[in-house]
């Protein structure tokens, strides 16, 4: 399943993500720092949205209270909540 998530309070525009299951396969962000959410797309990739979740939430940049990796543990949340609704609507 794909998923835009659009970020609040950080420099990346949007993080797009795929995931299978409840793991990701892929994710992509647009904006920000382009060479260290490019390691942290790579990084995530093949774990659970548990583990992405566990090891990125709560992170801050700086004086903000939150950060791309904050972000994509929200966005993978609500991914996966996004996918469980769509699997209830189909099964019912």
Request: hydrophobic fraction near 35%; proline fraction near 2%.
């Amino acid at each position: 399943m794909e998923y835009l998530y659009r970020p609040r309070g950080v420099c990346s525009r949007s993080i797009r993500l795929e995931l299978d299951g409840d793991v990701i396969r892929s994710v992509q962000f647009e904006g920000g720092c382009h060479g260290n959410l490019q390691g942290i797309a790579k990084l995530v990739e093949g774990m659970t949205v548990d583990q992405v979740e566990a090891r990125l939430s709560g992170i801050k940049c700086g004086m903000r209270k939150t950060s791309c990796p904050d972000q994509l543990a929200q966005a993978v949340r609500k991914a996966a909540e996004q996918a469980g609704k769509s699997q209830e609507d189909q099964a019912g």
